[in-house]
């Protein structure tokens, strides 16, 4: 079987790439919270074109009521629901099997991921406490940043209430994979369908560590190249943030990712084999963190397997341990934003 690896950018129809057992139609329901943003809405429509959903819920605190009718006119078969607030969000989450949350603000020029926590801390443990509530069960998927401290809110919240499966906590970094998928596939003429970056730690500055060496179809950098690839890949958001002038940050491009993130998902729960992303989940890969992004093979439950890191070249070992104690740092706050509150 050839596995289907890193974000999967390839242009091809996904019904030509997966076997017929995922075509089956099984009852799939996504939770979108956060649904009427900048990130919710493009991702709403893509969600809403995807062939392994039924059921599409949009969440969000206003203005998802028009963002659900405009988008139940588009004729394909998934069903469109709008729920307004905290009181109906239970009714928004309930019997949902993937509960994707892009809610919280985002940065403008001159923030850091980790200056977004005040705001979006307290934003995410509040959905993940109606999460543990009202879909336990559900593989929960987290883009709102900083994702480095929101995942292990996000883990410690379930803890807390009894119910934290670390195969169904995901935080989504595959606008990474995107993104180096596409600037190695420029630089070195290859096709971009065919071309596959892993990248690995985290979702923030010196935290995102393409793995260059492990390019595929293999490739090679000069040292001056690997190092303006690596920062141009880490500097890819400030980049956007930069350009939107205040506006915002990345929001057609995350969309895109986690649209393709939350089809990998569907097709693992599916029983598709060989569904493989990167991701920010639980993991004992690196001793020093107790969450890291690694490629994750995808399953029936959520995270089927971490995967290991594979071969690390001198330079991606150096970043890798420079890079270890802002990583480890940012999830220790996540940690203590719930453990211990403010
Ligand atoms: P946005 O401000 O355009 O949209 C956020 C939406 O969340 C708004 O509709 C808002 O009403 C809603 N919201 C706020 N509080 C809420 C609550 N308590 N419950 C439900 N909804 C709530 O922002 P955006 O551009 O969509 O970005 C959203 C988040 O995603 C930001 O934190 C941003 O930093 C993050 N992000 C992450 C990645 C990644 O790679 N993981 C990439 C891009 C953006
Ligand atoms: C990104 O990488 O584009 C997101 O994390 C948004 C941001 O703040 O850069």
Redesign the pocket.
Known sequence: ATQRVGGRVSAAPIVSRVSRRSLRCEARKVAL????????QPLALLLKMNKFATELAL?????VVGVAADLSHCNTPVEVTAYTGPEELGACLKGADLVVI??????KPGMT?DD?FNT?AG?VQ??IQAVGKHCPQAVIEI???P?NSTVPIAAETLKSMGVYDPKKLIG??S??IVRANTFVSKEKGLDMKDTDVPVIGG?AGATILPLLSQTTPPTSFTDAEKKAMTEKIQNA?TVVVEAKAGK????LS?AY?AARMAESTLLGLNGEPNIYECAFVQSDVVAEVPFFASKVLLGPHGVAKVMGLGELDAFEQAALASMLPQLKAEIQKGLDFVKNPP
């Open positions: 919270l956060g649904a009427a943003g900048g990130i919710g969440y969000d605190i206003a203005n892009p809610a919280g603000v985002p940065r991921r977004l979006n934003i509040a959905l883009i709102t940043n994702v989504v970094t606008l990474d979702h958001g915002g940050s990345a929001t995350m990712a």
